[in-house]
Nanobody, 123 residues
Framework: QVQLVESGGGLVQAGDSLTLSCAAS????????MGWFRQAPGKECEFVAA????????YYADSVKGRFAISRDNAKNTVFLTMNSLKPEDTAVYYC????????????????WGQGTQVTVSS
């Protein structure tokens, strides 16, 4: 069974930076793409970023492109989301997920999910 545990969320001010981590259990972490999604209150879950199994490619939502960076350390079974120039509209619960098949933009393409970590950006 794969377990994903996010950490690093918190309350920050607009313009601040924050780095989220997602630690994965299991010996096959490096074989899968990983993604980050977020869900704000009253809104649907939305794609944030994805990274290939070796980190060779990355994808970002237009809303975070140029501000967020996804990375991974396969030796530590961990994927990161570095968030810079945070805005109040970035406030959401952030989830990491393991890629399965299909387009990386869609939640249905991921098979395991973490419990989420709250990020709140005050203006």
């Amino acid at each position: 069974q794969v377990q994903l545990v996010e950490s690093g969320g918190g309350l920050v001010q607009a313009g601040d930076s924050l780095t989220l981590s997602c630690a994965a259990s299991g010996r096959t972490f490096s074989s899968y793409a990983m993604g980050w999604f977020r869900q704000a209150p009253g809104k649907e879950c939305e794609f944030v970023a994805a990274i290939g199994w070796r980190g060779g490619f990355t994808y970002y939502a237009d809303s975070v492109k140029g501000r967020f960076a996804i990375s991974r350390d396969n030796a530590k079974n961990t994927v990161f989301l570095t968030m810079n120039s945070l805005k109040p509209e970035d406030t959401a619960v952030y989830y990491c997920a393991r890629g399965s098949s299909g387009s990386y933009y869609y939640a249905a393409s991921y098979d395991y999910w973490g419990q989420g970590t709250q990020v709140t950006v005050s203006s």
